[in-house]
T-cell receptor, first 115, second 114 residues
Framework: NAGVTQTPKFQVLKTGQSMTLQCAQDMNHEYMSWYRQDPGMGLRLIHYSVGAGITDQGEVPNGYNVSRSTTEDFPLRLLLAAPSQTSVYFC??????????????FGPGTRLTVL | AQSVTQLGSHVSVSEGALVLLRCNYSSSVPPYLFWYVQYPNQGLQLLLKYTTGATLVKGINGFEAEFKKSETSFHLTKPSAHMSDAAEYFCAVSDQSGTYKYIFGTGTRLKVLA
């Protein structure tokens, strides 16, 4: 049971480049989400999904796209990278977002630098 | 809308001393509260959570938190700090507007001095 996995661990991009951050979970969780972590700002929700084929925007969605074609995978796409997207990105999953006590399980993170 | 405030972005304690990390919440309904810990270069993991019932919640690694409705607080404590407790700690509350997404505080970095 690998839990939540993320690739790559580190990435450096130039402004205007695109890339996809990968996230997978093997716990059969319905809910998956992407956060970005910036100093002094905690974790902010980018996009989330409550099941395959269903996604929605979080607090800071601009500049990012997501899709959920399977229960296991939830990739995050940066279409035109900007320096403001330099951050640490975390993927998380939980059994359901419709129960109040749900524990979220986090991946190890991807550290992204945009030059 | 729910929110959490963590007072003190950095806290230093001596090894063996009491750890106190502060979290205050704002909620118009009974809140669901969580504390997560992030060790260096790792993801977050759950320390403890408050749902309903007992106001003193015990978590992993000797941590506990007390829910005080009158003070709208959910402070995290540990009687005796260990070097391995050095990490960043996040308080979170469940949003209750149809789903239970997390709303995180800004985090408190704990440093333990030898």
């Amino acid at each position: 049971n690998a839990g939540v996995t993320q690739t790559p661990k580190f990435q450096v991009l130039k402004t205007g480049q695109s890339m996809t951050l990968q996230c997978a979970q093997d716990m059969n969780h319905e809910y998956m989400s992407w956060y970005r972590q910036d100093p002094g700002m905690g974790l902010r929700l980018i996009h989330y999904s409550v099941g395959a084929g269903i996604t929605d925007q979080g607090e800071v969605p601009n500049g990012y796209n997501v899709s959920r074609s399977t229960t296991e995978d939830f990739p995050l796409r940066l279409l035109l990278a900007a320096p403001s997207q330099t951050s640490v990105y975390f993927c998380a999953s939980s059994y359901s977002i419709y129960t109040p006590y749900n524990e979220q399980f986090f991946g190890p993170g991807t550290r992204l630098t945009v030059l | 809308a729910q929110s959490v405030t963590q007072l003190g972005s950095h806290v230093s304690v001596s090894e063996g001393a009491l750890v106190l990390l502060r979290c205050n919440y704002s909620s118009s309904v009974p809140p669901y509260l969580f504390w997560y810990v992030q060790y260096p270069n790792q993801g977050l993991q759950l320390l403890l959570k408050y749902t309903t019932g007992a106001t003193l919640v015990k978590g992993i690694n000797g941590f506990e938190a007390e829910f005080k409705k009158s003070e709208t607080s959910f402070h995290l404590t540990k009687p005796s700090a260990h070097m391995s407790d050095a990490a960043e700690y996040f308080c979170a509350v469940s949003d209750q507007s149809g789903t239970y997404k997390y709303i995180f505080g800004t985090g408190t970095r704990l440093k333990v001095l030898a």
